[in-house]
């Protein structure tokens, strides 16, 4: 078997995100759920909070509960969702 072979079948049982892992919102865009696929977070945490953090604290970074509640408040005023779920 080839190698690529053996790395399709082992993505096979990783399953696609429905909500970004770091601020909850749904996956509103193709981009944002390639990025939460293979990044943990939907396309705005990753490139505005998670790989800068990540860059400068090593890869093996996870943020805490309170570093991700300071995001979301700056997530909110800077980023308007396209929908909304009432």
Do not use: H
């Not at 944002?32 to 943990?40: E, I, L, P, T």
């Not at 800068?52 to 890869?59: A, E, H, S, T």
């Not at 970074?61 to 700056?74: C, D, R, T, V, Y």
């Amino acid at each position: 078997m080839s190698n690529f072979i053996d790395i399709y079948i082992n993505e096979r049982k990783k399953s696609i995100p429905a909500f970004c892992n770091t601020c909850g919102d749904v996956l509103q865009t193709l981009e944002d759920a390639v990025c939460a696929y293979n990044k943990g977070g939907c396309k705005d945490c990753f490139v505005s909070f998670l790989e800068p953090n990540r860059n400068l604290k090593g890869d093996s970074w996870n943020p805490s509960k309170e570093e991700i509640k300071g995001w979301l408040l700056q997530k909110s005023v800077q980023f308007k969702p396209m929908y909304k779920f009432f």
